[in-house]
């Protein structure tokens, strides 16, 4: 609801009516022409490439063509919610976390996600890119690198972040480090197939240059000096980046390869491609390694638990 509700805030139709009338008429009107410029080719690149949200929602639409396009717009962003809360709910369970502290952190995910829709849209693609990291991830914990492949090349018609899957093979151990660079190697390399087929079948498309900057030093700087960048980062993530930067030594060593090996190329990447404001760029790294830490850092600050018969603290043999 409170992604729908978003939706007012760059609605043609803005308004102070209670309720989803906004939601509905940006759908209607915008989310529709959006959906429609992908199938006619000519929604810009990179927007264009990103065929599998739009190839998904046409597909069903065609299937059930009674039911409105509108109402597959929400179903899908209810799915995509739920699949991301199960898959995060499987990647914490991995990091070996107890029930209570995978409550926690998916009630900050849902924090989160609930404002991450500044200037945003629907924006599946995003959405899509969180739930593949986030299943990657969770299966790459438990030693299970074959369901990444065909997920990796999947998410490479999704959104070109998805280069990035690879590197999280590579660097997350479980394997000896040649057959895990191998893997890597290939996949990155089928991928690059695909990005480049979907480039070759669509055809060329103008740049889209982001808010009037460039992307590289003109749009970095933008990025930097706006204050909505980092009232918005803040109101998303609060002080779980503290809380994870604070609890560093603690965390577990897929952990820190990941945070190492992704975070800084995704921050870069993103700092000088695009619109930070648009937090929802960086829920990746923010449920895949800073949510995560923070909440080991949480769990190893636990008190042990006392000896059955025993008050907590107390020792066997201890009189009271």
Not at 48 to 74: G, I, K
Not at 75 to 90: D, E, G, K, M, V
Not at 101 to 119: I, R
Not at 196 to 211: D, N, S, Y
């Amino acid at each position: 609801y409170a992604q729908l509700r978003e939706l007012n805030h760059i609605s043609a139709l803005r308004t102070a009516a209670i309720g989803l009338k906004p939601a509905w008429h940006f759908m209607q009107a915008e989310q529709v022409e959006r959906h429609q410029a992908i199938l006619d080719k000519r929604a810009g690149d990179p927007w264009q490439y990103r065929v599998l949200p739009a190839a998904l929602v046409e597909a069903v639409h065609r299937a059930t063509p009674t039911v409105p396009l509108t109402r597959w717009f929400v179903l899908l962003r209810w799915a995509q919610n739920t699949c991301i809360f199960l898959a995060f709910s499987y990647l914490l369970a991995g990091l070996g976390l107890s029930t209570r502290f995978q409550l926690a952190g998916l009630m900050a995910l849902a924090w989160s996600l609930a404002l991450s829709g500044y200037n945003a849209g629907l924006a599946f693609d995003t959405y899509f890119d969180l739930l593949f990291y986030l299943l990657a991830a969770g299966w790459l914990l438990r030693g299970r690198y074959g369901p990444v492949i065909p997920l990796a090349l999947l998410a490479a018609a999704n959104r070109e972040t998805s280069l990035l899957l690879p590197l999280l093979m590579a660097v997350t151990p479980g394997r000896p480090i040649r057959n895990r660079l191998r893997v890597a190697g290939l996949t990155l390399a089928a991928q690059f197939v695909v990005l480049a087929g979907l480039r070759m079948t669509l055809g060329p498309q103008p740049l889209i240059i982001p808010e009037g900057h460039a992307p590289g030093c003109s749009l970095f700087l933008y990025n930097v000096a706006r204050p909505i960048t980092w009232l918005n980062l803040g109101l998303a993530f609060m002080l779980v980046p503290l809380l994870a930067a604070g609890g560093w030594r603690t965390v577990s060593t897929p952990l820190g390869r990941w945070a190492l090996a992704l975070v800084p190329i995704w921050l870069a990447a993103h700092f000088a491609g695009a619109i930070v404001a648009e937090i929802r760029l960086m829920l990746v790294p923010y449920a895949l390694v800073v949510l995560p830490t923070a909440l080991l850092a949480l769990a190893s600050r636990e008190p042990a638990p006392s000896a059955p018969g025993l008050p907590a603290g107390g020792r066997a043999g201890s009189r009271s």
